[in-house]
C-alpha cells in the first residue's frame, strides 16, 4: 500500500534560519505529491503540490521538488519567520482523479522562534 | 464564499451515545472525505464518496457510518460513540480530477 514518512517535531529554529522537512514515500504508479499546512485551531490549507517527476511546487516562500528516483518531496524556506509556525503535513494521491483520497504524513510541528 | 462548513465544532459525548456530523460544501465538488486525526498519527482516511447517493470505506471505517443524499452534504455517523472515537474530524472535498483538497475547520469529539 501507499505510505508517506515524514520527520517527526517538534522542529524548532530561530527566525531566518534555513528549513527542510524530509519526506518520503512509497506508492503504486505514478503519484501526485503535496504540502499542506495547519495552523492552530484551524483545518489544512494545500501549501503546495507537485503532479510529475522533476515538478517543482512553490508558494509563500515554500518549494518541494519531486524527486522520483529517491520517492521524496522534501519541503525548504530560505529565511522561516515566526508566522511560519504550524503544523507541516505531507500527502500522496496515487489514484486517477483521485478519488480514493490522500495518504498523509504524520505530520511534522514547527515552532519558530524570534 | 463558505467553502467546506462542518458542524459541530465541539463535541462532548457520553459512550453508548450517537451523534451525526455534517459536513457541507458550496464548490460543487463530487469528491468528498471524512477523516480523523490523532496525535502521532496524521490524518487517517474514514470513509469517501466520488458522488450523491455513492460511498466507500476508507483506511478506518469501523464504528462510523456515513451517507450522501445531497451532492453538496456528506455525513458521518457514530452509532455507539466509544472513548476510541474521541478525535479531531475533518471534512474534505474536491472536485473530480483533484487538483486540491479543501478541508474543513474540523470537529473536535471528545467520548467520555
Known amino acids: 500500500g501507499n505510505s508517506v514518512t515524514q520527520m517527526e517535531g517538534p522542529v524548532t529554529l530561530s527566525e531566518e534560519a534555513f528549513l527542510t522537512i524530509n519526506c518520503t514515500y512509497t506508492?503504486?504508479?505514478?503519484?501526485?505529491l503535496f504540502w499542506y499546512v495547519q495552523y492552530p485551531g484551524e483545518g489544512l490549507q494545500l501549501l503546495l503540490k507537485?503532479?510529475?517527476?522533476?515538478d517543482k511546487g512553490s508558494n509563500k516562500g515554500f518549494e518541494a521538488t519531486y524527486r522520483k528516483e529517491t520517492t521524496s518531496f522534501h519541503l525548504e524556506k530560505g529565511s522561516v519567520q515566526v508566522s511560519d509556525s504550524a503544523v507541516y503535513f505531507c500527502?500522496?494521491?496515487?489514484?486517477?482523479?483521485?478519488?480514493?483520497?490522500?495518504?498523509f504524513g504524520k505530520g511534522t510541528h514547527l515552532i519558530i522562534q524570534p | 464564499n463558505a467553502g467546506v462548513t462542518q458542524t459541530p465544532k465541539f463535541r462532548v459525548l457520553k459512550t453508548g451515545q450517537s451523534m451525526t456530523l455534517l459536513c457541507a460544501q458550496d464548490?460543487?465538488?463530487?469528491?468528498m472525505y471524512w477523516y480523523r486525526q490523532d496525535p502521532g498519527m496524521g490524518l487517517r482516511l474514514i470513509h469517501y464518496?466520488?458522488?450523491?447517493?455513492?460511498?466507500a470505506k476508507g483506511e478506518v471505517p469501523d464504528g462510523y457510518n456515513v451517507s450522501r443524499l445531497k451532492k453538496q452534504n456528506f455525513l458521518l455517523g457514530l452509532e455507539s460513540a466509544a472513548p476510541s472515537q474521541t478525535s479531531v474530524y475533518f471534512c474534505?472535498?474536491?472536485?473530480?480530477?483533484?487538483?486540491?483538497?479543501?478541508f474543513g475547520q474540523g470537529t473536535r469529539l471528545t467520548v467520555v
Open positions: 506508492a503504486t504508479g505514478y503519484p501526485s
Open positions: 507537485a503532479t510529475k517527476a522533476d
Open positions: 464548490m460543487n465538488h463530487e469528491y
Open positions: 474534505a472535498s474536491t472536485r473530480q480530477g483533484f487538483t486540491e483538497a479543501f
Open positions: 464518496s466520488v458522488g450523491e447517493g455513492t460511498t
Open positions: 500527502a500522496l494521491s496515487d489514484s486517477g482523479g483521485g478519488a480514493d483520497g490522500l495518504t
